[in-house]
């Protein structure tokens, strides 16, 4: 039996449809007849099949599905459903100009009584909702796996002189339970690789939900090389707090699965804790905290205070923190001694607008301060990864899965300024 909440939601995708269909109508009147049918024919037809797979998805579960075909099907269903979506307020301002024309003509006794729909607000409404239709099957075909690399300079006063020119890949949110196929993220990790990094760092985000989502996958990642190794974090989604487990014990040995995931890939996983790597005879401390946000509604696992301990001797301290939210609530007012911070999360939502010189606009940017790039407070720098995953919709626009490339250097650095 379907509960209410589907039977509602079905009603008011059959409304949004019956409402769209009188755009196409009217685009359709000056079409030849079998034109005009097969245009009606798919509309309703897209329809029926948009019903029966939902019904069938819900009553056979998600398992029963080649991952590829149900992860592209369900999209294509929401991109064609959100462009219906933004035609209606169009043709919700032509009902109104109808309505108040009929008024009109009734109280001043007219024998007019046209209230046709006006073509162009049709036109205007289908030219609105064909905008995120192109962009977001644009961006599901040609940028999921469109790998972008960013080489970012990092200008720091007093830098040791040992750690100078220092290259350090910077990469985040990988979501193994999101790709669709295997060979493209191949060319991330050629990528990764063809810099010659002495350090790779990983904050967090391994997965969606569960640690086997990563087992396709170890044999693409642990190929990532580096001179001095490679350290990670786990972030929000790798605590398994989004799946429904059958017990407590469940959850926590997804959790030690996960663990055991990055002992796989050769990574140094640092859960509150601290690694000292000796480079040209300095000290740099690499600092990995668990999850800490801002955000009431993630996780705080994170304690910045235990991972420091024992640092003070370093010549350097580089924190990964998989929130980006951690720096200002808590990093550049208690810890002035850490000079970078490196974190993810928010994977610039995987929709926006970027011309470097001119805009950097996301809808991200209204619930994160610092959401993609390197930011400045005092002495201090935070760079948020872009993401090199996706979650969700399986596509990115505007927005590409990043790949940082930071060269530590030394000089003079401008005080207080956002610089991505």
């Not at 999360?345 to 619930?367: A, C, D, L, N, R």
Request: zero cysteines.
């Amino acid at each position: 039996m379907l509960n209410s909440r589907v039977l509602v939601l079905f009603g008011f995708l059959l409304a949004l449809d019956f409402y769209t269909f009188q755009a196409l109508r009217i685009m359709a009147q000056s079409w030849s007849g079998i034109w005009r049918t097969s245009a009606f024919a798919f509309f309703w037809a897209f329809t029926l099949f948009t019903i029966g797979y939902s019904l069938a998805a819900m009553s056979m579960g998600d398992s029963f599905w080649v991952k590829e075909v149900h992860t592209y099907l369900r999209t294509i269903i929401f991109i064609v459903y959100l462009s219906k979506l933004l035609t209606i307020p169009f043709l919700a301002i032509d009902d109104v100009r109808r309505g108040i024309q009929w008024i009109a003509n009734y109280l001043g006794g007219s024998g007019v009584r046209d209230t046709s729909r006006s073509r162009f607000l049709t036109q205007f409404g289908l030219v609105m909702g064909s905008i995120p239709f192109v962009s977001l099957t644009y961006g599901m075909l040609r940028n999921p796996y469109r790998y972008k690399l960013f080489r970012v300079p990092v200008t720091f006063d007093n830098l040791p002189k040992g750690l100078q020119g220092l290259r350090i890949i910077h990469i985040s949110d990988i979501h193994s339970g999101s790709f669709t196929f295997k060979e493209p993220v191949k060319a991330a990790i050629d990528m990764i690789n063809a810099q010659k990094p002495d350090l790779v760092f990983f904050t967090g985000d391994l997965v969606n939900n569960r640690a086997d989502e990563m087992y396709p996958y170890l044999d693409v990642f642990d190929k990532i090389e580096s001179k001095y190794g490679v350290y990670s974090i786990v972030g929000n989604h790798d605590y398994g707090d989004y799946e429904e487990w059958p017990s407590p014990e469940a959850k926590v040995a997804n959790f030690e699965l996960l663990k055991e995931m990055h002992r796989t890939l050769g990574w140094n996983l640092l859960l509150n804790e601290h690694r000292f790597v000796e480079i040209n005879q300095h000290q740099l401390a690499v600092v990995g905290v668990e999850n800490y946000s801002a955000h009431l509604r993630f996780p705080r696992h994170g304690n910045l205070s235990l991972a420091t301990k024992g640092t003070e001797s370093a010549d350097f301290k580089i924190l990964l923190s998989h929130d980006p939210s951690h720096w200002d609530v808590q990093v550049n007012k208690e810890f002035p001694d850490i000079r970078l911070m490196l974190s993810g999360h928010t994977h610039g939502m995987q929709f926006g607008v970027e011309i470097p010189g001119w805009i950097k606009w996301s809808p991200i940017k209204y619930m994160y301060k610092q959401w993609a790039g390197l930011y400045q407070q005092g002495q201090q720098y935070l760079y948020v990864n872009r993401g090199l995953g996706f979650l969700g919709y399986p596509g990115r626009v505007g927005i590409l899965p990043e790949i940082t490339l930071l060269e530590l250097q030394s000089g003079k650095q401008p005080l207080n300024a956002e610089l991505s």
